[in-house]
Structure formats: structure tokens, C-alpha cells
């Protein structure tokens, strides 16, 4: 059996944090997946550690430090889309070189939890690692110029082993415009060619498409390019019907997205989530969620923190963040959609064949 961190009794987890028994349970029973964490980089950048349990990082809440298997048992997070971010400051050649150590790197720290982590790559795998009761690891890219140099691009990567890919990161690049600032130093905001293909190649390889930081342009390239019978997602944004911000996904493409029976998974950051008089606390990601059940009805909802991705996140999440749903009115079965069984329909509908686990 694989050595998981015990877990804290209900009683102590409500008493904790401030919130019911029922948010508690409700949060612990959940499939509780985020969508997009950062938590690799931190190994990368300075060595360390997911696998012991951390008590602070050093600038607090801020930038890095918010994530390890401990803490993540302790606030009931079954699984999460790992990113590999890709530098784009190296050459094409130097991209898919690291990309290739970074993913054997990632299957190392596997191999090293002794079952607390596993790699799922599809809804049957997911369903197999959470039988053993590992947290479930979703491999992805942020930033698909990772495989620019790539012999076959994304068909490159072996086993199938990285489930979805952001186009484009915070710097424009071969496959089309950011949506930061750094979009002002390109006349042409939508997708390329080389992105118009990156997009058939991962509806190919049945792997999500990721809309998080695509500048708008980009997004309907992508929903003129797409398979619209896998579903689209957008996995670490806020929305614009609540707080308007270039980090932010219009009301439009929320719908499209919702459309093709894809999930918006709400960032943590207070940057881009506050509103002017709005919540200071964990009800903003839950203001941002209900934008876009209002928008895109209650099965688009989802959660992409953005762990250690740079950001600040509010201080009460997790087991909070439900008991913010609970006073805002939320039935047990909206809040247990949004926080995972939405994207696990998604799953199944992108990849609908099963495989054998792959365990890591």
C-alpha cells in the first residue's frame, strides 16, 4: 500500500479552519481536482520538495511554496493537472531538450513518493489511481512552443503522458499572442499557422486545449480550427463579467467553451479576481464560478488555482472555499461538480477509451 499522509478527522479540519463539519466532509468526499497547479517549478528552480510537508515559504502566501503532498491531503486535493511551464527564452531546440528532462524529471519524483503521487492520463486511469488513494497526476505543458523542435511536434511525447497543453504562456511565440501585456508587441493577435496546427495535432492525440492566456483573437482561431467534439478548456483564468482584466475570458468565449462541454477551472489570484468593493476573502474565486454557471450553466464550473505559479493567492481555500459556497446559497451537488466532477465528464469526454493504469 502506498504511504499517504494521514489525514486529519473532520472535527479537527472544521475546528482548524473555521467552517462546518458539513464543508469539511463535503470538501474531503468531493473529487476535489485542480486544474492547473505550478508545484514543478519550484523543484526545478531550487530543489524542492513536494513530497515533505512545509510549514511556511519564505514571502508567506506569495509567489511559490503552496503546495505539498501533506498539504494536499490535508485540504482533500485528489488530483491536479501538473504543468511542466516551458522557458521561452531558450532556442527551439533547447525547449524540447528540457521539456523531454523535465518529464522524465516529473516521472522521477513519482516513482520517489512511494504511491502517494500516480499518473492518470485518462478518466479510466484517474479512476484506477484513486482507487489506491494516490493523488492523480495530469500531465501538461504550459507554453506548446515546449515541442517547437519536436520531430513529430506533439505526437513527439511519448505514451501519451501529457494531457493537455496551454498554447501560449505570458510572451507571444511561434504559435500565436499572449493575452499579457507583452501582446501590444505584435500586430497580428490571433493564432499562426504553426498554432492552427498544434491545435489539429492535440485534437489528434485527443489531449485538451487549453485557452488560459491566449489572447482573444487566438481564441476564435482556435474555435474556427477546433474539433467541436472534444471539449475545449480553459483551465486557470478569471472572468471578465466580474472583474474586467486582461487575464480574463470574455462572456462569449466562456459560452463557447461550455459549448463543447469544456470547463473554465477559476484561478486563486486576488490580482486578477478582485472587484472594486467586492469580497477580500475566498468568496471572490466563488463570485468569478458563479459568472460562469450564470453564463455558461452550472456544469462549466471548475477550479485552477495556480499553486505556486507566481501568484497570491486569498487565505481561505479548500475546506473555506466550500464553506463560501455553502453561505452563498450552493446545493452539495453544484459544489461537488464544480470542484471536480465537472472536468471528470469533460475527461471522459475527451479521451472516452480506457487504458491500462499507468501507476507511475
Known amino acids: ?68 503532498t501533506y498539504r494536499m ?26 521539456f523531454q528532462r523535465n518529464l522524465a524529471e516529473i516521472q522521477a519524483l513519482v516513482s520517489r513518493s512511494q504511491g502517494q503521487l500516480a499518473i492518470a492520463r485518462d478518466l479510466a486511469e484517474y479512476r484506477a489511481v484513486r482507487a489506491t488513494g494516490a493523488h492523480a497526476m495530469m500531465i501538461s505543458i504550459q507554453g506548446a512552443n515546449a515541442f517547437d523542435a ?27 499572442t499572449t493575452n499579457s501585456p ?22 489528434q492525440a485527443h489531449a485538451f486545449v487549453d485557452l488560459a492566456h491566449v489572447h482573444a483573437q487566438g481564441i476564435d482561431d ?21 472583474r474586467p482584466h486582461w487575464r480574463n475570458l470574455s462572456d462569449r468565449h466562456v459560452k463557447a467553451i461550455a459549448d463543447t462541454g469544456g470547463v473554465v477551472g477559476i484561478i486563486f489570484a486576488e490580482t486578477f479576481l478582485q472587484r472594486p468593493g467586492g469580497p477580500r476573502d475566498g468568496a471572490m474565486v466563488v463570485e468569478h464560478m458563479e459568472h460562469v454557471a450564470k453564463i455558461g450553466g452550472w456544469q462549466a464550473v471548475a477550479v485552477g488555482s495556480d499553486f505556486d505559479g507566481a501568484i497570491i493567492p486569498p487565505r481561505d481555500l479548500y475546506p473555506r472555499l466550500v464553506q463560501h459556497m455553502l453561505d452563498r446559497g450552493w446545493t452539495d451537488e453544484h459544489i461537488q461538480a464544480a470542484l471536480g466532477d465537472n472536468y471528470l465528464r469533460a475527461l471522459g469526454l475527451l479521451r472516452p477509451g480506457s487504458q491500462a493504469p499507468c501507476l507511475g
Request: hydrophobic share 40%; with cysteine.
Open 150 to 176: 519536436a520531430p513529430d511536434g506533439f505526437a513527439s511525447i511519448p505514451d501519451r503522458l501529457v494531457l493537455r497543453a496551454t498554447l501560449v504562456h505570458l510572451s507571444n511565440s511561434r504559435l500565436g
Open 73 to 98: 491531503a490535508d485540504g482533500g486535493l485528489k488530483g491536479a493537472m501538473w504543468s511542466i511551464t516551458t522557458n521561452p527564452f531558450r532556442t527551439a531546440a533547447g525547449r524540447w531538450t528540457t
Open 182 to 203: 507583452s501582446s501590444a508587441l505584435r500586430r497580428d493577435k490571433g493564432l499562426t499557422e504553426w498554432g492552427r496546427h498544434v491545435v489539429h495535432q492535440l485534437n
Open 1 to 68: 500500500m502506498p504511504k499517504l499522509p494521514t489525514m486529519p478527522s473532520l472535527p479537527e479540519v472544521a475546528a482548524s479552519l473555521g467552517v462546518s463539519e458539513h464543508a469539511a466532509a463535503l470538501c474531503r468526499d468531493s473529487e476535489l481536482i485542480d486544474l492547473h497547479i505550478d508545484t514543478f517549478i519550484p523543484p526545478r528552480l531550487w530543489g524542492y520538495d513536494p513530497l515533505v510537508r512545509h510549514r511556511a515559504a519564505l514571502f508567506g502566501r506569495a509567489f511559490f511554496g503552496h503546495l505539498d
Open 222 to 242: 482556435v474555435l474556427e480550427e477546433h474539433d467541436q467534439s472534444q471539449p475545449l478548456i480553459a483551465t486557470h483564468t478569471g472572468v471578465d463579467g466580474v
